[in-house]
């Protein structure tokens, strides 16, 4: 029936409300970041950025800290898998975060194929504890890089690109999304290796980990960076600001990581203090509406 009383209206806006409250919860620097988008795509990434942190969530060790077996973990993240690919077909969830996700997702085009990609990886952190480097860069396809396109797909709402500019953003894109996911496993290094009982970089052995391995990865990631930086100009202004601020705190993160002796990454957590995350946003918003348009 028609929603003549905005009841769906009024479940609509809890649902986004429910996951500003789970990113929130789980990342200050993401949640600063997002701030700086416009207001219609600032939802659409929390929403997309909300599914995923539940899904990291049944693998990272909150189902496991709640009595799950890794088998019983593994039936759950099938069954959300399913859910979440199912969802933009259905207008109405009793799950908050998945509603808002489904919305989300028909509005911006989401690939099914991105969604079945992350949650492969998904899987494999309950399956796999080491990687080569062609299971690594596997990996971080689809945990990071496909969470990067579909960013794209949100940001380009209502703003066409040719097919080449398309590309080239798609690269943009998956650049930044496997830097983001690369400082993520340098900085969580004791994390993963001391309680997760992973360790993602191929040949690194965290208890060992030299300078010039750190100074290896450092490295890689610049590269990311400065790719994904490359092609920041093509995108619209409605979401520039918040994309530059968040590749910014990351190459603030960077520095910090690359400043810090390799054997302290394998007893600290290394973060970057609140008034510096203030004055990267604020040189966010001065830079983006400067940057020369178009694709470099």
């Known amino acids: 029936m028609p929603d003549t009383h905005g009841y769906l209206r009024r479940f609509d806006d809890m649902s986004v409300t429910a996951t500003n409250k789970v990113i929130t919860s789980y990342s200050t620097s993401f949640t600063l970041a997002t701030r700086l988008l416009a207001p219609r795509v600032r939802a659409d990434i929390r929403n997309l950025y909300a599914m995923v942190r539940i899904a990291d969530e049944i693998v990272d060790g909150t189902a496991a800290a709640a009595g799950l077996s890794t088998a019983e973990c593994g039936e759950l993240l099938d069954a959300y898998e399913h859910a979440v690919l199912a969802a933009p077909d259905t207008r109405f969830h009793v799950d908050p975060v998945l509603h808002a996700y489904a919305g989300s997702a028909r509005r911006c085009g989401f690939d099914p194929e991105h969604v079945r990609a992350f949650f492969t990886s998904m899987r494999r952190d309950l399956q796999q504890s080491t990687y080569d480097p062609s299971s690594f860069d596997t990996y971080v396809y689809g945990s990071a890089e496909v969470i990067g396109l579909m960013c794209l797909s949100a940001f380009l709402v209502d703003h066409p690109v040719?097919?080449?500019?398309?590309?080239?953003?798609?690269?943009?894109?998956?650049?930044?999304?496997?830097?983001?996911?690369k400082i993520n496993f340098l900085r969580d290094l004791a994390e993963d290796s001391d309680v997760l009982g992973r360790s993602y970089f191929p040949g690194v052995e965290p208890t060992a980990f030299t300078e010039e391995e750190k100074a290896g990865l450092i490295a890689d990631?610049?590269?990311?960076?400065?790719?994904?930086?490359?092609?920041?100009?093509?995108?619209?202004?409605?979401?520039?600001?918040?994309?530059?601020?968040a590749t910014y705190l990351f190459a603030e993160l960077t520095d910090r990581l690359e400043a810090t002796p390799a054997a302290e990454l394998t007893t600290r957590r290394v973060s970057v203090p609140r008034r510096t995350k203030a004055a990267i946003l604020a040189r966010a918003v001065t830079t983006a509406p400067r940057m020369k348009a178009g694709l470099t």
Do not use: C, K, N, Y
């Open 162 to 181: 040719t097919d080449a500019e398309r590309a080239r953003l798609d690269h943009g894109a998956r650049s930044l999304g496997a830097a983001f996911q």
């Open 221 to 245: 990631i610049r590269v990311d960076l400065a790719d994904a930086e490359a092609v920041m100009g093509a995108l619209p202004l409605t979401a520039r600001a918040g994309v530059l601020a």
